[in-house]
Nanobody, 120 residues
Framework: QVQLVESGGGLVQPGGSLRLSCVASGLIFSRYSMNWYRQAPGKERELVAAISSFGGSTNYGDSMKGRFTISRDNAKNTVYLQMNSLKPEDTAVYYC?????????????WGKGTLVTVSS
């Protein structure tokens, strides 16, 4: 059974930093691209950051570029999201996602999320 468990969320002041972690189990971690999404109250879920299976390629949502960094440690089955210069509009539940596509075959798994609140 695949499990993705996020941690590291919490309350932080504007301008502060947080580091989210997501530990995966039940899958061959290095086969999967890993992604962070977020969903704020009343808004649609949006892509925060993505990293390819061996970390050679990353991608970020426009409002996260220059502030957030995604990384992964395949030996620890873990993906990280370093978030700096946090803003109140970054307040959301952050979800870890694992994706694998090969031809017509696709797998997609989600964690339960971790809440990030940016407020003074």
């Amino acid at each position: 059974q695949v499990q993705l468990v996020e941690s590291g969320g919490g309350l932080v002041q504007p301008g502060g930093s947080l580091r989210l972690s997501c530990v995966a189990s039940g899958l061959i971690f290095s086969r999967y691209s890993m992604n962070w999404y977020r969903q704020a109250p009343g808004k649609e879920r949006e892509l925060v950051a993505a990293i390819s299976s061996f970390g050679g390629s990353t991608n970020y949502g426009d409002s996260m570029k220059g502030r957030f960094t995604i990384s992964r440690d395949n030996a620890k089955n873990t993906v990280y999201l370093q978030m700096n210069s946090l803003k109140p509009e970054d307040t959301a539940v952050y979800y870890c996602n694992a994706g694998f596509v090969e031809g017509r075959y696709a797998e997609n798994y989600w964690g339960k999320g971790t809440l990030v609140t940016v407020s003074s």
